[in-house]
T-cell receptor
Framework: AQSVTQLDSQVPVFEEAPVELRCNYSSSVSVYLFWYVQYPNQGLQLLLKYLSGSTLVKGINGFEAEFNKSQTSFHLRKPSVHISDTAEYFCAVKGGYNKLIFGAGTRLAVHP | DGGITQSPKYLFRKEGQNVTLSCEQNLNHDAMYWYRQDPGQGLRLIYYSQIVNDFQKGDIAEGYSVSREKKESFPLTVTSAQKNPTAFYLC???????????????FGEGSWLTVV
């Protein structure tokens, strides 16, 4: 069965500092991985996705993630965060029948 | 603009009452989904539908029901049998192909349900 573990429930960081949000997955089938962002009281917005090809994936808002098959990881990074990046971030793996299996989420808090 | 519309945004329900959350999409997607979100628990799948007139239970279907009579609509009914219905509910949709587009799921803005 597929599952996703987000290793940090909360990540505090100062503005303009780099950040990494960690995600590990388990899957016995072809791996499709996603990062979504959720701002307060809103739906989820796709940040980036890995389907195949290059292991470094670039997304919106300056985020990128690296797929590491040997470590079963898909960590999200941004070299310099802004106050506006404060949100909850979800890592997800595609399961059967096109379903998404989500991690518990990481709350990123950017401080001035 | 294409997208997924959920209504109402906020809903209050008395215990023992059924309530229906609306989800409409104009993306021409075949598949639709309902997720429930509770603080600190991520999202859990309630029901999903790959095609009109067909749907399957997700991980937490007890106390919920759905219908899929039209491609663009996938309403969710929270019944009185659902013991802890207060939550944020998210509707989503996608194509069902195996290509790049078919693997992206798009979400609506969500509906808050509070039982009083």
């Amino acid at each position: 069965a597929q599952s996703v573990t987000q290793l940090d429930s909360q990540v505090p960081v100062f503005e303009e500092a780099p950040v990494e949000l960690r995600c590990n997955y388990s899957s016995s089938v072809s791996v499709y991985l996603f990062w979504y962002v959720q701002y307060p009281n809103q739906g989820l917005q796709l940040l980036l996705k890995y389907l195949s090809g290059s292991t470094l994936v670039k997304g919106i808002n300056g985020f990128e993630a690296e797929f590491n098959k040997s470590q079963t990881s898909f960590h999200l990074r941004k070299p310099s965060v802004h106050i506006s990046d404060t949100a909850e971030y979800f890592c997800a793996v595609k399961g059967g029948y096109n379903k998404l299996i989500f991690g518990a989420g990481t709350r990123l808090a950017v401080h001035p | 603009d294409g997208g997924i519309t959920q209504s109402p945004k906020y809903l209050f329900r008395k215990e023992g009452q059924n309530v229906t959350l609306s989800c409409e999409q104009n993306l021409n997607h075949d598949a639709m989904y309902w997720y429930r979100q509770d603080p600190g628990q991520g999202l859990r799948l309630i029901y999903y539908s790959q095609i009109v007139n067909d749907f399957q239970k997700g991980d937490i279907a007890e106390g919920y029901s759905v219908s899929r009579e039209k491609k663009e609509s996938f309403p969710l009914t929270v019944t009185s049998a659902q013991k802890n219905p207060t939550a944020f509910y998210l509707c989503a949709s996608s194509t069902t192909g195996t290509g790049t587009t078919g693997n992206t799921i798009y979400f609506g803005e969500g509906s808050w349900l509070t039982v009083v």
